[in-house]
């Protein structure tokens, strides 16, 4: 490898450099770890922007996803990280969960408290409310949707979204709950139904030991089977539903005026944080109707996305709108028509493919795409959430996308499907390195193509580290847990010693040629010059700078030219 000094190279971009990708605690134990990591010679130059997951925030569920309230997590950060992050010259994307809030945020939390007198009480969706005139009420409490109402409505698990909560009058209310919930109920001991029921104290004591082993084993108070306690079976039900506590995402009621000004006040907050981009986290599931698909209904949705646009400009908040689609349905396309930069998602696999089949076909005609129709996007190869398939329907025959879901599964990858409707929404978890086979050839040429196509690179810590599939992890987190195959947290020193693998230090050193050489920008020009299909010939342009790129797609070589105004090599990077 032949690698002339890339950091004496001029900068002259602004918004296009790499982007780090993680949680704050992804290395080490808080966000100063990954601060005193990014302060080290080795990335020097090399990432333009951070966007941090939402554990920064005070969350509970969903590693972050589900937000109590968006004050700074203190066992994560402090506001003078963030300061410093700026300091060293690190931009912040940041999160904005705009469908849901937690079960233990103050609006819900109010709720539970006061009831119908609640100042929030039309914060939520109602689920009854919702509903009404439109289906019949069940004995459980609950309305049932008539089925033409329903029949086309995307749900994200099986059976109706509610969580059901319980009112200070002990009266049952169902709310809409998209993604995560979880009900618990607190043991007892004898003095508790002592306090709360006419019982003698040896009986309490051994109604107690039914009660709690009934709930160590999943039981729900209406399923507790009480025996020779039976005369106390209602007064019990009663004390556990009193007492059961609640986490999960509530969704919130997009037309309510509180709602508006929770979205305008958050958008502060981020500001204040440094933020400059806001992606918006679960936006499709806002606007529900009956009778609609309940996933970005139009034109409600565009109507919806406008109004946080007006509140996210007065901040000067560049915002992207987090969806997964499959490319035939043309989402992607309609949010770039309105102005938002938008997630390649169809990136992470479109290279797998074409490394696969060692023909760059289906990568070119999406480049000519986001070229021709003028998208601003940002790009990745994997990240927190798993490798996006099913987005690539349509751009890529059904087959070609089966098999690659099947050769990263016999690498050890998980795939989820949707309530086991398969076709309906599924990735493929696993690390981007072990997808590729563990090939450290591929990976590099991966990161090579990544910083070569248009946009905006973001870059998932794990994959800096050419990081393995996790099985331990998956095994600890249970039922769900899937995704932590790809989530392995990293001691700093751990990432330290990382730093000495070539892998590493090479992904770094193509990630700083892009982040500082004047060629690459969102106004530069890319050339694709006619090559054989199992070659890639990338070339950008831009005030009389060039950056070539020429791979190999057999052999998963390939070489970097950088040539400077005045027509000189001043830069090469030879993989083989």
Known sequence: MNNKDIRATPKSHIGSGPMLNAYPDSIGEKLDDIIKLLKMPEFENAFDSFYILPSIYNTDLDRGFSVIDYDLNENYLSLEDLEELKKIGIKLKLDFVLNHSSVLSKQFQDILKNGENSKYKDFFVNWNKFWDGYGQMTD???IQPDAKFIKDMFFRKPGLPILNVRMPDGKEVPYWNTFYQEIKYEKVDAQDLMRNMEIQFLSAVKLAEIINKSLEEGKKPSEIEFGKFSRYRESVINYLESRRKYLGQMDLNIKSPLVWEFY????????????????????????????????LNEPETWDILEGIKA????????????????YEE???????QKGYIIYDFFLPGLIIDMFERNNNEYLIKWINEIQEKEYRVVNMLGCHDGIPLLDLKGLLPDEQIDSLIKMIVDKGGYVKDLHGEKNMYYQ???TYYSALGEDDR???????IQIFMPGKPQVWYLDLFAGKNDYEAVRKSGQGGHKEINRTNLTLE????????NIVLQQLSLLRFRNTYPAFGFDAELEIPDTEPAMLSLCWKNNGYEAILNANLKDYTFNIDAIDNEGKTVCQFNSG
């Open 311 to 326: 509140l996210a400009d007065k901040y000067n908040l560049t915002l992207l709108p987090e969806i997964h689609s499959k």
């Open 494 to 501: 751990q990432s330290k010693n990382e730093l000495k693998k």
């Open 428 to 430: 493929v978890n696993a």
């Open 264 to 295: 305008e006040e958050t958008l502060k907050k981020l500001f204040k944080y440094g933020a400059e981009i806001v992606r918006l986290d679960a936006f499709a599931y806002l606007s529900k109707e009956p009778g609609l698909k309940n996933f």
């Open 140 to 142: 459980e409490g609950y």
């Open 330 to 336: 043309r989402i992607h396309e309609k949010l770039a």
């Open 442 to 448: 591929k990976l590099l040429l991966a990161r090579a």
